[in-house]
């Protein structure tokens, strides 16, 4: 039989083997889908908060980003206050650079391991015309000792923020509205609460993201009463917050620029919804909200709010809770006269950049030091609310007695203690 060429051809696939081929298929573009959602880059490095003792999230504003960053465990720590008095200095050493280019952004203390993470970007001037700013995270302990996080390298999950503020938005000619996408974080049975801007007309926004990441957020507008403006606010986003139950009802406790103080129940929160927050407080004009935190020293649950130009004010959560149950202010303050409404605070004397609590017995705070203008780590015990020695005063003095019966030597023992001045603490009472 003679041999004759035939034309090649091509075997049709199996069912099975097309099945095979399409989920090749699929898993590849699933694969690329989370080579892009999870580990996105860090473009910025602002806002924290931890969810866990290993687990922190940095707001991300120029990326759009949230990131949940994988920190490696570390041992508890011993409670050991900071007197850091040039941290800044520290850790532009620790990052090969000077202390002049840096711009510190947040701070938060690692639950149980006594050590401080900051946030912080780079300015990118000496990278050439236009560089951006490099983000930075550190690690700070009480012994001064700095470590860099490697935010490129460190295994993260990321979600984008969504719905951002116009990239051509400025604020003030040359500020970014986006770098104000995320003003606050707060982590709560299972939900991250992230307070900022979004681009909608009612710009003030509190996103909700389900923790670990999945989905996008449950977006609510808010609008608020400013006693000191009489008007109803819907633009200037949230600054500071904390969640705490009021009444038995699990409630955002918010303060805005120029100081009112809102409540909003979580349960309100929903997508889609507009919330008219209650105005509890209003703690005086011409200031910032710098830092909110909750404590108990002893006395019951209380919130510190400290301000970027004034002192701090220390209110309790039942009087929060009592404000909370009756109508919001609706009426403008009386000034000079009146120059705050609603609950009555407590005056502190603390104006710092950064707080947050550092253990049971510590607040931890960055504060800048207006004569050297280094930035300084430092504690500050809980109930106390100062460091003597950023005074002199006739307690000062080598030649001062204090009296029989006094009330006052045993407390700066302990304040001298912990600021590093036990030489000068006075003597125990036999």
């Known amino acids: 039989m003679s041999s004759q060429s035939f034309p090649a051809q091509r075997s049709t696939p199996s069912r099975k083997s097309r099945g095979r081929h399409l989920l090749r298929l699929t898993i590849l573009a699933l694969g690329l889908h989370a080579a892009h959602a999870i580990g996105a880059p860090v473009q910025s490095a602002g806002k924290i908060t931890f969810v866990d003792a290993d687990t922190l999230v940095v707001a991300d504003w120029r990326g759009g980003q949230l990131h949940a960053l994988h920190l490696p465990p570390i041992p508890a720590g011993t409670p050991t206050p900071f007197n850091l008095k040039d941290v800044s200095g520290a850790i532009a050493t620790a990052l090969h650079t000077r202390p002049e280019r840096l711009r510190f952004e947040d701070m938060a203390l690692r639950p149980g391991g006594e050590v401080a993470y900051i946030t912080l970007s780079v300015d990118g001037n000496g990278n050439g015309a236009g560089a951006k700013p490099k983000p930075m995270l550190v690690s700070v302990d009480a012994a001064g000792k700095v470590g860099r996080v490697d935010l490129d390298r460190s295994k993260h999950e990321s979600i984008a923020i969504g719905n951002l503020p116009a990239a051509n938005l400025r604020l003030w000619r040359d500020t970014p509205a986006a770098s104000f996408t995320v003003t606050d974080m707060k982590f709560y049975e299972g939900k991250l609460y992230v307070a900022g801007l979004s681009n909608a007309s009612f710009a003030s926004a509190l996103r909700v993201f389900d923790f670990p990441f ?217």
Request: aromatic share 8%.
């Open 214 to 430: 999945k989905g996008g957020a449950a977006v609510s507008s808010v609008e608020m009463y400013h006693p000191v403006h009489n008007q109803l606010e819907t633009r200037a986003p949230i600054r500071k917050m904390v969640i705490t139950r009021l009444n038995g009802e699990p409630t955002l406790v918010a303060a805005f620029t120029c100081s009112p103080l809102v409540t909003i129940p979580l349960k309100d929160l929903k997508d889609g919804a507009h919330i008219a927050a209650k105005t509890v407080a209003e703690f005086g004009w011409g200031s910032a909200p710098a830092g909110m935190v909750m404590f108990d020293a002893g006395q019951g649950p209380m919130v510190l709010l400290t301000h970027s130009h004034k002192s701090a004010d220390l209110m309790s959560v039942d009087d929060i809770a009592q404000a909370s149950g009756k109508p919001g202010l609706s009426t403008p303050i009386k000034w000079p006269a009146e120059p705050t409404l609603g609950i009555k605070s407590t005056y502190v004397p603390m104006r710092v950049a950064h707080i947050d609590n550092q253990d049971a017995s510590f607040f931890a705070a960055l504060r800048r030091n207006e004569a050297s203008g280094a930035m300084e780590l430092v504690s500050m015990r809980k109930g106390l609310f100062l460091r003597l020695s950023d005074f002199i005063n006739e307690y000062d003095f080598a030649d001062y007695k204090y009296p029989a019966g006094d009330q006052w030597s045993g407390v700066h023992r302990t304040l001298r203690t912990d600021e590093g001045y036990a030489d000068l603490a006075p003597p125990p009472k036999p």
